[in-house]
């Protein structure tokens, strides 16, 4: 199993790579040096030209692995791993990670992850899984035809999703976990540390091509793009 971190212009704060020892770290080659100092050999550089944006990004990682190959996608800034029921922090991570990306292979899901919310009330009405919803921070995706638009700047995981469910694929969420990313790359700052760039505009951008491309398949509430509506075409 392979745990891959997309990261950018943090090389002395991805909280993830501590928590999880085998997850290598997905960098620009002109920041190669700064990750190494932290990292050491588990640092990945990819060539600038294929980096500068989280799609950009995710498909130069999907470019390393082997056809129908599953793998994780986990965001830099993890703080904890709960089970939702006894709210209790998950200590063994990565054999978390490993069951649930064993069984999604087995039953053929091309996208896996885990609830969206940490709220027991919330997310029991999808308990203990789903077939056909989405995820976000903590992805299993197996590499098929989809690829990430590299237009959605910052909505390229919900159409990439999309995508995997028109190709007849299932997705496999176990909605007894949450993964707590720390998220603090607020979209209305330009000047940041890495992470998330481009403001207010370019979020609200990114969305409206998403809606433009997918239509009434996207939920949206008070301007904001909150999920998406299934099945698809009877997928």
């Known amino acids: ?17 501590g928590m ?7 960098v620009p080659k002109s920041q190669e040096k700064d990750y190494i100092e932290n990292f050491g050999d588990r640092v990945i550089a990819v ?3 294929k980096d500068g944006s989280s799609p950009k990004k995710k498909n130069a990682i999907l470019d390393l692995m082997q056809e129908n190959e ?10 904890a791993v ?12 990565e054999e978390l990670l490993e069951i649930t990306c064993n069984v999604a292979d087995e039953i053929g899901a091309g996208f896996a992850g885990f609830s969206t919310t940490n709220d027991f009330a919330m997310c029991n009405e999808y ?3 789903s077939i056909n919803k989405i995820s976000y921070g903590a992805i299993c995706i197996r590499k098929n035809k989809a690829k990430h638009d590299e237009r959605l700047i910052r ?29 603090n790359r607020s979209k209305e700052f330009l000047n940041q540390k890495g992470g998330i760039r481009g403001g207010v505009s370019k979020h609200a951008e990114s969305q409206q091509l998403l809606i433009k491309k997918w239509g009434d398949v996207v939920r949206v509430k008070e301007g904001q793009v909150v999920g998406v509506k299934l099945p698809i075409k009877g997928c």
């Open 155 to 183: 909505t390229s995981d919900v159409d990439f999703f999309l995508q995997t469910m028109m190709n007849k694929q299932i997705g496999w969420r176990d909605n007894r976990y949450f993964f707590h990313f720390e998220e």
């Open 127 to 129: 308990k203990p899984f």
């Open 70 to 79: 599953m793998a994780w996608f986990l965001d830099d800034d993890l703080k």
């Open 47 to 49: 060539d600038d030209r």
């Open 82 to 93: 709960y089970n939702i029921k006894k709210q209790k922090k998950v200590l063994e991570i």
């Open 20 to 26: 999880i020892p085998s997850a290598k770290i997905i």
């Open 1 to 17: 199993m392979k745990i891959f971190v997309p990261s950018f212009g943090r090389p002395d704060c991805s909280t993830t790579m």
